[in-house]
């Protein structure tokens, strides 16, 4: 190759970075749709073609008290506009994730009740305000899907161009400053028999901290502070995980109570079984996608009108009891409420050089709230394997929305597992101040030597 020949090569590959880079901004004309032809968070407010999905007015907004979350369903009173069956799927397939077709193809007792649709969902000015802010700022830096650079606080791309952009906005979408997190999880075997586990959860939110915003320019940033304790059953009782999101990695250590010991964990990431799950969920499965982005290689389909969970007040009451609401095969599908709404759709192959259970993740995203809704998982034979299901809900003492509870069925076997279930235990204080310091291995020794 020549002299002139290579410095042509590297003239265009230098020119493709940089176009890659100005893609993952945009203009300030493009921003300046936001919260007007775009909602505040990029959603389109329109109406669709026939109004089943109603135009965005600006949601709930927000009201009540943060020490009391309120889970009355102020949509009691509608009824279901149809039910989806296997008799009549077909009618529907093209709004169906394959994950809800292999539910109602399965199981004679499957259904879905479709209700009118509602776009509740909002946010607090500073979340909108950084947002607009973010979208002419935030970037993937040298095409890596981890390398994210100049976002603070909103939801990093708005108006996204990749598939890594979009799972960027679940994973840094406001929570609250904090949370106190009773976390029941239950596996329910094909038999129907069921084993509980239950954590306490404290988290901190130091990225989407509106009273002290976070910002992602160095590797050492974190996001997200977790630390959780299991206290049943009596077996795992006193085990730790400690776990800080960084931009591109995952620090992690585990506390032993058996051994009396703290140590760092790399293999609270990727596909590594989370602990006290018998295997059912994965580290990246928690809160729907959870993070490195690096051993698949993800593409935008684009956005698509689909049913999904929505307004999920019914399931979250405490009057309920977890043996009525988890059936042999599938939670009691009278509980789901099932909404038409418009999600991104994405796409994630298992990169041929890396290892991973999954061979193929089809992703759905709720374009109001940024949060996956829905998985699609399949297994290293090309067989589907998993239906990855959260319950969406907006939680108006904070203006966020969430999944709660979420399920994970597994097709081949014919069981599932259901986690952030808080029915039989105590509501999440959202009240709750923590400082950095608490979630540190010498935060987790001072706790255990009492």
Known sequence: ??????????????????????????????????GTSLTPVGADPKANANGSIPAYTGGLGQKGNPAKIDTTDIYASEKPLYTITK??????????????????????????????????ASFPQAIYDATKKNAVSAELVGGDPDGLKGASLGFPFPIPQTAAEVIWNHRLKWRGEAVLRNNDQVIVQPNGTQLLTRLVEEVLFPYASIKSPGKFDTPDAVSIYYLSE????????????????????????????????????????????????????????????????DRFTWKLIGKKEMIITNSSAKINNFSLKYKDMLKTGHINQDLARYELHRVWVIEANNKPETRHTFKKKVLYV?????????????DQRDQYYKFHEGHLVTVREIQASTTVP????????GGYFATALVNEGKPNDLTVTYTKDRFTPEGIKKRTSR
């Open 366 to 378: 709720d374009e109001d709230t940024w949060n996956v809704v829905m998985t699609d998982n399949y």
């Open 230 to 293: 299991t206290v049943a059953p009596p077996r795992n009782a006193g085990q730790f995980i400690l776990a800080w999101e960084h931009p591109n990695e995952r620090s992690a250590w585990i506390y032993n109570p058996a051994l009396r010991r703290i140590r760092r964990a790399p293999t609270v990431a990727y596909d590594n079984p989370y602990e006290g799950t018998d295997g059912n969920q994965f580290y990246d499965q928690v809160d729907m996608y959870n993070g490195k982005l």
């Open 87 to 120: 008799a009549n799927m077909a009618q529907y397939k093209d709004k169906l994730s394959v994950g809800h077709q292999k539910m109602l193809e399965r199981y004679p007792t499957y259904k879905m009740n479709v209700y009118p649709s509602h776009r509740d």
């Open 406 to 413: 979420e399920i994970l069925y597994d097709l081949q076997s």
């Open 1 to 34: 190759m020549s002299r002139i020949t290579k410095l042509a090569a590297l003239t265009t590959a230098l020119l493709g970075l940089t176009v890659f880079q100005a893609q993952a901004k945009v203009s300030e004309t493009e921003a300046a749709k936001l």
